[in-house]
């Protein structure tokens, strides 16, 4: 390989002058004196004089000219960056560039960066929760660490109490209720109101009320009161709190407060459509869950339910214990199952249960009662059908008596002490297809320790087992009824839901509902009205 | 023989594998109760044991000892003694059920305001609710204000309670390690909505290994020191959304991903080699031939279980106990050994797999 011999340089010129070079140069010799300065530099340091030591800049004066690594600092409000070339003589020429519009652009750059962080923590931490009190927690929170010393976040109510949520200067949040009118504070009526748009106030700090100022926080230098924008409904207002050693807020700061606030009210007044839209979705649902069975007369119930989405937690299968009245004397027990799934059945097992409730007083003619749910039925503008079975359940000496009626629904099981199981001898047409509907009624005792397994056809005919897609099938519910004999309700439930859902596994499934009726076991079974021990079973 | 996996029909649907309960915290006043529980229990007499409770109540224990030194106790010992085949399927559930019934009859105690809100779940699938139930009474009987979902609660259930509640965090139990995979994406779900989790119960490791690396933010031993924890002051925010694949780099193999969706393919195809290889078995009843499909799919499930969290020690544990259990029913462990080399010969091509299936033989292998 050859190398291309060095570039010749006699006949160019071998130094740039000084004069003619396009920035400010200085020549410092070996004592700090200046021993030459171009026109450039002559503007930038006035006071400098050739021959005289170099006295301002200090950073410039005190650097090291025999090391070749460039100073910088500034001159006036420019900065300057100077590079020295150490001369043979000893003397030091330093090259001195403004770096101003570089360092500006340097340091936005940076505290853009910043700001984009802070925002989209911000927006994380603001989109994780629904839940508006966390919300408000969040967005004090980050208040303080970036935008103020301490801040607080104040919710929209229609009560005469504001909701409030504070982060101190030491990063504490603390939940509270002020009973103080918002217009007791400058702009903050205002702001809560949401409408119209109202800028961000500054206020006074010796006006705040003292519920402003966190306790211990010192004197109050800035004081500034945000709207939160919600989602076309009030969102509330965040109040940023900055000491008096502080510098008040500037531009920037505003506008970015003004950025978080933004996210902050969307944020918040998003969590407080979800909490509205689930409270309206609760009182809705609550009449169409299935009820928490519990003893009753002397009898166990215990009931599970799954709905086939477990997203949902209604669905087309119900289930209800009605206890005894002064016209029925006997527990009534339903189960039943409308075609469909979701909520819009669930809505019709609603409607269900609401028509067997009002005709509880016929409960002692199952056949008669089912009659009449029928002709509900047909002339409501439903469609759809139903099967159900009806249980009237009475305790008599240790045993239980049960009266069993089935509309179309799997008759239930009954499991014996000795792990025998039948199937209750029940028949009877569907509800809501034909004009007129039959039934036959089976009378069942239970044994103590001997259970009524109600059931809708969402465990027969779940599908699944270790080998993907078999049917559960009534042979395999027997058998596992058959190892529930002389376990408790609440047990009995557990296992048959336990061994339904192994079977099914991930795969997908029916509305599944089971109702256990059971004869309790125990010692204390006589002592049913007793006043200390016993007492349980009343 | 493999045959012989199916010998004892009556053996309940493995609900209890690796369901070994750490030794109870010692308390001596507790004991005799504990004692006297057990014999209710074991006599499924619900109003007996009610009366135990009340009794030991009356007697000046501390409310939170007889919840976890008697009741607790009680129920470590169920898992024991099913282990052990001294209890049938239906013995297990009336003692669960009646150790469930008889909390109700300790002290309610109103919340104080200083505590804060606590939300208690089982991990979807699991069944095992006691030990949440435990933990929930004692934050309870500690003045925590506590929102208790229960046995099975699947993932968007419990992510709708938090948006709906804002607890200060999440205590999730799971006691089955086949559980790991819903739990880790149960855990993913509550950071992401902001929440700490602080996870519990057998599933997660005697020490904690897997809630460590399934990014829990705090894990507990026992209900008393999940209690411990919480009052010590507020876990520590949870990192940022993230995918799942961040925690567990390995899950990029996608090895659990084929091998999971396959399952049910490899539990018929092992099966149908099983009786090519083992002629008796088509003298099998259905319920036999079920049982021995259901004993392979177990293996199956444990086996992606520990590909998710590639631990050879959640495979190899999971045999051992099973060999325990065979054993004490009278089934040699041996027979396990031709379902683990007809999976191998199926998952070839997989080798996180086949090291676990080997480590599983070695598991299995009894030492000099």
Redesign the interface.
Known sequence: MTSSPARPRTGAPSTVSVAAAPCPVVVLDAGGHVAQLNDAARALLPAARAGRPLSSPAWLATADGTRPEPVDGEVGDRSFLAHPSVLADGRTVWWLTDETAYRTAVGELEAERSRTRFLTDASSALLASLNLERSMEVTARLATEHLADAALVIAPTAARTLPVVACDHRGQVTRSTVTEAPDTVPGLAEALRGFPPVPSRWIDPATAPDWLIPPGFGEVGSLVITPLPGLGVPAGALVLLRRVQQDAFSEAEESLAGLFAARAGAAMSAARLYAEQNAISDTLMRELLPPTLRQMQGVEFAGGYRASRDTERIGGDFYDVHPPTEDSPETLVVLGDVAGKGLEAAVLTGKIRNTLHALLPMADDHGRMLRLVNNAMRTSHHTRFATLVMASVRREEREVVLRLTSAGHPAPLIIRRDGTVEEADTRGTLIGVLPAVTSRTARVRLAPGETCLLFTDGVTEARGGPLGDTMFGDRRLRRAAAECAGMPAEAVVERIQMVTSQWIGDGRHDDIAVLAITAPRGAHLSAVDGATRGRYTA | MTGHLTEHTDR??R?DVGGRLPAPHGDDAAAPWADKLWTAVRA?????G??VVTDALAAGLDPESVLLDVIGAVQRKVGTEWAANRM???DE??A???N??VIAVLPVRRPADSRGRITVACV??E?HALPARLVSETLRLRGWQVDYLGA?V?T??LI?H?????PDAVCLSSSLPTRLPLAHSAITAVQ????PVMAGGLAFGADGRYARLLGADAWAPDARAAADRLAAGPLSRPT??HQATDDLPHLRDQEYTLVAKSS?RL??DT?RSLEQRFPAMRDYSD?QR?RT??D??HIVTFLTAALYVDADEVFGDFLVWTAEVLSARGVPARSLLPCLDLLKEQLHDFPRACRLLDAGRTALTPRP
């Open positions: 309940p649907g609900r499924a007499d619900e109003y007996t009610l009366d049938s399927v239906a559930h009336a669960t059920a009646i469930d019934r979807d699938q069944w099975q699947p968007a259930h709708s938090i948006h709906r509640t804002g992401a909505a902001g929440t940022p959304a049910p539990v018929r099966f319920e079920e499909a259901e392979i799919a």
